[in-house]
């Protein structure tokens, strides 16, 4: 049996909503580099409660196959790219 390792990269950001931005940004980042990363499955804790943690991408099931790639909390139908924000946009 192959043995599989998880990457744990602490990073830190000020708020939630931050902390979901960097998680999304270095996951399709290193996805585009390594087929074996897993963006869907990528989580962000407060540093004190790493234990309680929020789901960064929605990744349901979308008929005819493959995973949804908008964020956790999205309002908008579920879609297999991810919405572009301005390139202006401020955080």
Do not use: K
Not at 70 to 83: E, F, K, M, T, V
């Amino acid at each position: 049996m192959t043995e599989r390792w998880v990457i744990h990269l602490p990073v830190t950001a000020t708020d939630l909503r931050r902390a979901r931005l960097y998680a999304r940004t270095a996951a399709r980042v290193l996805a585009r580099l390594n087929p074996r990363v897993e963006p869907g499955g990528v989580t962000v804790s407060a540093e004190d409660e790493q234990g309680v943690r929020h789901w960064v991408f929605c990744d349901r099931s979308l008929p005819g196959g493959g995973r949804c790639a908008l964020p956790a909390d999205h309002l908008s139908a579920c879609s297999r790219r991810p919405l572009r924000l301005p390139r202006n946009r401020r955080l």
